[in-house]
């Protein structure tokens, strides 16, 4: 089992950029393929972005690619979003998901453990 903790979200103009953090404790956190999602208020969570376990492999929303990065540190126990040029429709609370396996997977019902999420508000 592994526990995971979000941190980094705050309050943004649009056009300005944060990074989250998500730190893993329990079982080897490189046995997980890490994921982030996110939930607007009334909406449905969904996928942002994920990276596998030995970081190899990354994979992002349309809505994302080419300002979000994922990227992790199997030595800190920790996955990282870094964000640019945010806009006002990134504003929800983010979530930092593992899946025990190889493969990485853009439905949240494939991951197995989430953490209790940061919020992330972008002004415009």
């Known amino acids: 089992q592994v526990q995971l903790v979000e941190s980094g979200g705050g309050l943004v103009q649009a056009g300005g950029s944060l990074r989250l953090s998500c730190a893993a404790s329990g079982r080897t956190f490189s046995a997980y393929a890490m994921g982030w999602f996110r939930q607007a208020p009334g909406k449905e969570r969904e996928f942002v972005t994920a990276?596998?376990?030995?970081?190899?492999?990354?994979s992002y929303a349309d809505s994302v690619k080419g300002r979000f990065t994922i990227y992790r540190d199997n030595a800190k126990n920790t996955v990282y979003l870094q964000m640019n040029s945010l806009k006002p429709e990134d504003t929800a609370v983010y979530y930092c998901?593992?899946?025990?396996?190889?493969?990485?997977?853009?439905?949240?019902?494939?991951?197995?453990?989430w953490g209790q999420g940061t919020q992330v508000t972008v002004s415009s």
């Open positions: 998901a593992a899946r025990d396996g190889v493969l990485i997977k853009t439905s949240r019902n494939e991951y197995d453990y």
């Open positions: 990276i596998s376990r030995s970081a190899g492999v990354t």
